[in-house]
């Protein structure tokens, strides 16, 4: 989390009075952060630009310090006379995978 702060309080285009990276909480399954600031431009343009070069490069610093970012997932398992029937209707060439492989 510091290096995240480090980098908003360096950004030239960040107010500097409030900049806010804290751990917030434990999510289901996340250890979630909460990142505040302004930004000196108003302009949603540019605020939107900003925005989305903060997010890059806070992406960029969690993959240096070896986070993984989870994304929303999910298993379905099927029995194998159901496994069947899926593999004959599967149009999207979607990969199954099965317990028993």
Known sequence: MARIDN???SHPQIDKELILVRFSDFGQSSLNIFIYFYTIPTGWVDWYN??????YKIMDILKEEGVEIALPSQNLYISSEEEE???????NNT??????R
């Open 85 to 91: 029937k899926l593999l004959l209707h599967n149009k």
């Open 50 to 55: 900003i925005k989305e070069e903060v997010n």
């Open 95 to 100: 990969e199954i995978y099965t317990s028993d």
């Open 7 to 9: 980098y908003l309080q």
